[in-house]
């Protein structure tokens, strides 16, 4: 039987992380937390993507891709978590598991941060627990699948 596949996505300015609001988000590039979320799928014995875009079309077009193919998403938008509704619409047509991801803790910051898109329409949230969040989001993943 084929081996069933999370795919992470990543959104807009995470390719920053290391250098952006070391504060806010850690100093780990993106490259560190693909690379625990790829050891964490790997532990679990599922296979693993990752598609990482600053264009909204490209993440819409990713989850797409994904519907019939990939067993679960795990998907950090960035700030198109916050007003990307047709990443939502693209996500609500998927049939898998979706865990929506975030370094940060979004309910505790700016009230425009509050709002996710993504939440609707996903089995559940990871949020606040910095690069840890990664491995979590892939167990949440696993775990939902196999419940699948
Ligand atoms: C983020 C939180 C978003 O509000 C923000 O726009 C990001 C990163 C996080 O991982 O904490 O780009 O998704």
Known sequence: MAVPIVLLISGPNLTLLGERQPEIYGTLTLADHVETARQAAV???LGFEHLQSEAESDLVR?????????????????ALTHYGWSIHDALAA???PVVELHLSNPEAREPWRRQSVIA????GTIAGFGGLGYRLAIDA?????QGS
């Open 43 to 45: 532990e679990h014995g």
């Open 62 to 78: 990713a989850i797409h891709d994904a519907r019939g193919r990939v067993a679960a998403i795990v998907i950090n938008a960035g």
């Open 94 to 96: 998927f049939a898998g």
């Open 120 to 123: 609707p329409v996903a089995d």
């Open 141 to 145: 993943a696993a775990d939902l699948i």
